[in-house]
């Protein structure tokens, strides 16, 4: 008699190999961590800029920068975008702030963003004086707002 394996048998082990790694893809999700690890990289980045706000108006006797508008909503002004590099003309324009890197070693840049003079984040003055920085391409219907 001879020993080995079906024809069935080699099927049927493939085939229950093909529906394990299935589910073990769909329960890791690459897509939704990889959302996550943006959105962490968000929150570490708004967090930066509005620390780096703040440092400066301890040293410039409690004043923001100039350059931050006043309005009723982070991102709902264009105007509001924080420019990322020196073409700074409809953003604001914060590089008082990474000015000999005193206050950030460079402006951070959404992860989503490869390109153009935008930041990604955004940033305004409520009328309380309230200083709030937030990230509107958050992934997985998250909101990344600070405010201080």
Same mark, same amino acid.
């Given at each position: 008699?001879?020993?080995?394996?079906?024809?069935?048998?080699?099927?049927?082990?493939?085939?229950?190999?093909?529906?394990?790694?299935?589910?073990?893809?769909?329960?890791?999700?690459?897509a939704?961590?990889?959302?996550?690890?943006?959105?962490?990289?968000?929150?570490?980045? /708004? !967090?930066? &800029?509005?620390? =780096?706000?703040?440092?400066? +108006?301890?040293?410039?006797?409690?004043? %923001?920068? #100039?350059?931050?508008n006043?309005?009723?909503?982070?991102?709902?002004?264009? /105007? !509001?975008? &924080?420019?990322? =590099?020196?073409?700074?003309? +409809?953003?604001?324009?914060?590089?008082? %702030?990474? #000015?000999?890197?005193?206050?950030?070693?460079?402006?951070?840049?959404?992860?989503?963003?490869?390109?153009?003079? =935008?930041?990604?984040?955004?940033?305004h003055?409520?009328?309380?004086?309230?200083?709030?920085?937030?990230?509107?391409?958050?992934?997985?219907?998250?909101?990344?707002?600070?405010?201080?």
């Open positions: 008699m001879k020993k080995g394996f079906t024809l069935i048998e080699i099927l049927l082990v493939v085939a229950a190999i093909a529906i394990l790694a299935g589910i073990v893809i769909i329960a890791i999700n690459p939704k961590q990889l959302a996550e690890v943006r959105n962490a990289q968000r929150w570490e980045n /708004v !967090n930066t &800029i509005l620390n =780096g706000v703040y440092q400066y +108006s301890i040293d410039h006797n409690g004043d %923001l920068p #100039t350059t931050i006043e309005n009723s909503s982070c991102a709902g002004y264009a /105007v !509001n975008e &924080i420019c990322y =590099g020196s073409s700074c003309a +409809s953003y604001t324009n914060l590089s008082a %702030l990474t #000015t000999e890197e005193v206050y950030l070693v460079g402006m951070p840049r959404d992860p989503s963003i490869s390109s153009g003079s =935008g930041s990604g984040y955004f940033i003055k409520t009328e309380y004086d309230r200083v709030e920085v937030c990230a509107p391409e958050a992934e997985l219907e998250e909101t990344i707002s600070v405010k201080r």
